[in-house]
C-alpha cells in the first residue's frame, strides 16, 4: 500500500506550528479551517494541542485536509 503525500509544504506546516500554533495558522495552511478555529480559541488547547500537532508535523504522521500526509 502506497502512502500518498500532500501538496502542502512540510517545512512551511512544521515553521507555521512553531511559531503561530497557539493561533491555529498550521492548520488553516493544511485545510482543517475547523480545527483551526478551536485551536484559534483555545490559543492551541492551552498549548498541549500545538505541541502534539508539532511532534506529529515532526515524524510524518500529520495529515492535510483532504487526509493526506504530510511528510518531508
Known amino acids: 500500500m502506497e502512502i500518498v503525500k ?5 517545512i512551511a506546516t512544521a515553521l507555521l506550528c512553531f511559531f ?3 493561533l491555529g ?3 488553516f495552511y493544511v485545510g482543517k479551517v ?3 478555529i478551536l485551536q484559534l480559541f483555545t490559543f492551541g488547547g ?6 502534539i500537532d ?4 515532526l515524524v510524518g504522521s500529520f495529515k492535510d485536509g483532504d487526509g ?5
Open 25 to 27: 495558522v498550521h492548520r
Open 54 to 57: 508539532f511532534i506529529r508535523i
Open 20 to 22: 503561530f500554533g497557539a
Open 68 to 72: 493526506y500526509y504530510i511528510k518531508n
Open 6 to 10: 500532500s501538496d502542502k509544504n512540510f
Open 34 to 36: 475547523g480545527t483551526g
Open 46 to 51: 492551552f498549548g498541549i494541542w500545538v505541541f
